[in-house]
C-alpha cells in the first residue's frame, strides 16, 4: 500500500526537511566556503574554517556525554569560543544556557540548578565564580570547560576547550533536530527575585532570523561589529545568527567599549552596527568619533529602550548616511516584535513600529479585551518567534501565554495604522497622587534640555503622593547644568503631576552589559529622597 501523503512524515522525510540552527552555518559554508565569517582578535576565519571548528566541538560534547536535550551553561564575555559554542550546541540538540557574567556564584547556582545544567564552560577569568557557583549548587561532575582567553592555563578539575575546536572530526554529526526541539535556555532578570527561564527553539529563533532580515535590511556584504553582550539574544540572535545565516562577517569585540567599537569601524571597514541608546550616546559623546573614518557605516540599529529624540537627530546630522532601524521585543519573543524602519525615525521618532513580519501584535486592557487605537493597553503578540514557554514553571506559562497570546508586561498605545509606543513597562508606570506618570514621556522633556546627556526617571515611594517622579540627571561633559535649569525646563513642558519632585544630579547611571539603564538599583539607591528632601535639589 502507498504512503498516505497527508498523514505524518517518516523520520526520513523530517531529516530531509530539517531547517535547525544547526543547519544554518552548514549551508552557508557550502554557498561561501572561502569568505571571512568571523575575526575575533588576531584570529580570522572563513565560513568553512568555522563549520569545521563547530563540527568538532560538537563531538567533542558529544565525547564528553552530552546529548540532544542537555543543558550546557556557557560563562563568557563575547569572543570566538562563544560562538562556536552556540552553534556546536545547536547541531546537537543540545540546549546552550548563556549565563550574565555579572552575576554572583549565588546567582549563578540557581541558574545551574534549575536549568539542569550537565556542565559550564567559563572563561578563564570567570572560572572562579563558576566554580564557586557548581560548589554552591552541589554539581561535582559534568563538563567543564576553560576558555583561554587570558592564556592562563586551565587550573584542576578543567579542560581547555581551544583543542575541541582546533582537531577531532570536522564532519557534521548527523543529529535529527526538530523545528520545537528546545535549542536556547534564556534567563531573564524581570521583577521577579529569581529569573524566569525562557526555552526557545529552531523555530523560534529561525523565523525570527527571516523577520530581522527582511524588515532589518540585512544581506551577505554587512560587516557588522558584535560588541554588546552575546549571552544576551539580541546581540546572539538578532545579529550575530542572522549574520551567519545570511553570509556576513562578523567582527567580534569582548565588550562595547566606545574607542575599541569606532577603531573596528574603521579598520575593519564596518557596515553595519547595534548598539542600545546608552551606548550610541557614549560613541557620540567619544572624542575620537570626528576624527575616526566612519565612511564604510550604513546601517545603524538600536534597541533595550526607546533612543530620545535628541539623540535621533544628532544621529541623522552626525552620521548622515547611516540608516536607523529600532528593534523592540523581548527574549520570549526570541527577541524582535516590532521595527521602526530608517524612513519613519524622526516622522515617528519614539515609535516602536510596526508588527514584524512574522508577527501579530495588539494592546488588551486587563481583562484581555483588545484596546482601541490611542488607548493604553498592554502589548501581546502572537507569532513562531514566541518561546516554548518558561523552563519548570507551567503556572508563569499559563499565565504569560493565556487567551493564545504572549502577554510581554509592557504597556502601549497604538495608532490605526499599526505603529506602536511603547509607554512603559507595567512596573515602570509611576501612580503618584492618583495620576500615571510615564517616565519616558518625562524623560524625553528633560532630553530635550540643552546640557543633558542622559537621563532616568523612575518613582520612589511618598508619604503622600504615594509615588514621586524622580529623575537622575548626568550633564554633558562641560555642561554647566544644575537641578533647578531641569526643573524650570520641565515647568514649561510638562503638567504639574509629571513634573519631577526630586532632581538629582549624578556621574553616570548603572547599566546592566546590555546597556539598559538598571532603574532597580536607581530606585534603592534613592529611596531615602522623600525623607530628606534637601538631597533631592542636586
Known amino acids: ?51 569545521a571548528a563547530v563540527n568538532r566541538t560538537a563531538h567533542a560534547l558529544a565525547e564528553r556525554g552530552l546529548g540532544k536535550g542537555d543543558r550546557l551553561a556557557l560563562l563568557s564575555h563575547n569572543c570566538w569560543q562563544f560562538a562556536v559554542l552556540a552553534f556546536a550546541t545547536a547541531k546537537l540538540g543540545v540546549v546552550l544556557v548563556p549565563v550574565n557574567f555579572m552575576l554572583g556564584p549565588d546567582e549563578i547556582a540557581y541558574i545551574l ?33 576553560w576558555i583561554p582567553s587570558s592564556g592562563a592555563a586551565p587550573t584542576a578539575g578543567w579542560e ?93 569585540l569582548p565588550g562595547p567599549d566606545p574607542a575599541a567599537i569606532l577603531a573596528a569601524i574603521e579598520r575593519e571597514r564596518v557596515t553595519k552596527l547595534f548598539c542600545p541608546p546608552t551606548v550610541w550616546i557614549s560613541l557620540l559623546r567619544h572624542p575620537a568619533f570626528d576624527t575616526t573614518d566612519l565612511s564604510s557605516l550604513r546601517k545603524g540599529y538600536y534597541g533595550a529602550s526607546p533612543m530620545p529624540v535628541e539623540v535621533l537627530r544628532e544621529l541623522a546630522r552626525r552620521l548622515p548616511d547611516v540608516a536607523l532601524w529600532n528593534f523592540y521585543g523581548q527574549t520570549e519573543m526570541s527577541p524582535l516584535a516590532t521595527i521602526l524602519r530608517p524612513s519613519e525615525q524622526l516622522e515617528r521618532a519614539g515609535s516602536a513600529g510596526r508588527a514584524a513580519l512574522n508577527v501579530e501584535t495588539v ?28 523552563h519548570d514553571d507551567p503556572d508563569k506559562t499559563a499565565e504569560a501565554f493565556r487567551g493564545g497570546w504572549f502577554h510581554s508586561g509592557d504597556l502601549g498605545v497604538m495608532t490605526e495604522d499599526g505603529y506602536l509606543t511603547v509607554v512603559d513597562r507595567k512596573k515602570d508606570m509611576i501612580k503618584t497622587g492618583g495620576e500615571n506618570v510615564a517616565s519616558r514621556e518625562v524623560e524625553e522633556a528633560i532630553y530635550a534640555l540643552d546640557g543633558v546627556a542622559e537621563v532616568a526617571v523612575f518613582g520612589i515611594s ?77
Open 160 to 252: 581547555d576547550v581551544d583543542p575541541w575546536w582546533r582537531t577531532g572530526d570536522d564532519g557534521a554529526p548527523d543529529i535529527a533536530v526538530a523545528d520545537d526541539d528546545p535549542l536556547r535556555l534564556m534567563y531573564t532578570s524581570g521583577t521577579e527575585s529569581r529569573p524566569k527561564g525562557v526555552v526557545l527553539s529552531s523555530r523560534s529563533l529561525v523565523t525570527q532570523y527571516v523577520s530581522c532580515t527582511v524588515d532589518g535590511g540585512m544581506g551577505a556584504d554587512d560587516v557588522e561589529v558584535h560588541a554588546l553582550p552575546m549571552y544576551h539574544c539580541a546581540q546572539l540572535d538578532c545579529f550575530f545568527s542572522v549574520d551567519v545565516y545570511l553570509g556576513a562577517t562578523s567582527i567580534i
Open 363 to 390: 494592546l488588551v486592557d486587563d481583562d484581555d479585551r483588545p484596546v482601541p487605537p490611542g488607548q493604553v493597553g498592554e502589548i501581546v503578540h502572537r507569532s513562531p518567534h514566541a518561546a516554548l514557554g518558561y
Open 113 to 145: 540548578g534549575h536549568s539542569g545544567a550537565r556542565g559550564i564552560v567559563a572563561e578563564d577569568a570567570l572560572a572562579p565564580t563558576a566554580e564557586k557557583a557548581l560548589a554552591t549548587a552541589g554539581l561535582t561532575d559534568g563538563v567543564r570547560g
Open 1 to 51: 500500500m502507498a504512503a498516505d501523503p497527508t498523514s505524518a512524515p517518516t523520520a526520513a522525510v523530517a531529516r530531509a526537511r530539517q531547517h535547525s540552527v544547526g543547519d544554518l552555518l552548514h549551508r552557508t559554508a557550502r554557498r561561501h566556503p572561502d569568505k571571512p565569517a568571523v575575526v575575533a582578535g588576531d584570529l580570522r576565519v572563513t565560513y568553512a574554517e568555522f563549520d
Open 462 to 538: 511618598h508619604p503622600y503622593w504615594v509615588e514621586a517622579v524622580t529623575a537622575v540627571v548626568v550633564p554633558k561633559t562641560g555642561a554647566d547644568l544644575t537641578a533647578a535649569d531641569v526643573r524650570a525646563h520641565t515647568r514649561e513642558r510638562l503638567a504639574g503631576f509629571k513634573q519631577p519632585k526630586y532632581v538629582v544630579l549624578a556621574d553616570a547611571l548603572p547599566k546592566n552589559p546590555s546597556g539598559k539603564i538598571l532603574k532597580r538599583d536607581l530606585r534603592e539607591q534613592h529611596a531615602g529622597l522623600a525623607a530628606d528632601t534637601a538631597a533631592g535639589e542636586g
